[in-house]
Nanobody, 112 residues
């Protein structure tokens, strides 16, 4: 069974940082590209970032470029998203995805 479990979310002030993790199991993580998406209340799904299987190529939405960093540790079957210089508009539920599978999400709230 494919499982993705996100963690690391929380409440942070504007300008703060968080590191999200996504623990993967049940599939060949090391040969799979991975994606982070987010969904704010009342809004649709927004693609945030993707990374190729070997971690050598990354892509970012313009809204997070220069502030967020995606990475992975294939030995640990774990995907990461470092969130820096957070803004109130980054408030959302963050999900990791592999193909059609999405985890349960982790909430990021940016508020003073």
């Amino acid at each position: 069974e494919v499982q993705l479990v996100e963690s690391g979310g929380g409440l942070v002030q504007p300008g703060g940082s968080l590191r999200l993790s996504c623990a993967a199991s049940g599939f060949s993580f090391g040969t799979s590209s991975m994606t982070w998406v987010r969904q704010a209340p009342g809004k649709g799904r927004e693609w945030v970032s993707s990374i190729n299987a070997f971690g050598t190529m990354t892509w970012y939405a313009d809204s997070v470029k220069g502030r967020f960093t995606i990475s992975r540790d294939n030995a640990k079957n774990t995907l990461y998203l470092q969130l820096n210089s957070l803004k109130t508009e980054d408030t959302a539920m963050y999900y990791c995805e592999s193909g059609d599978t999405r985890g349960q999400g982790t909430q990021v709230t940016v508020s003073s």
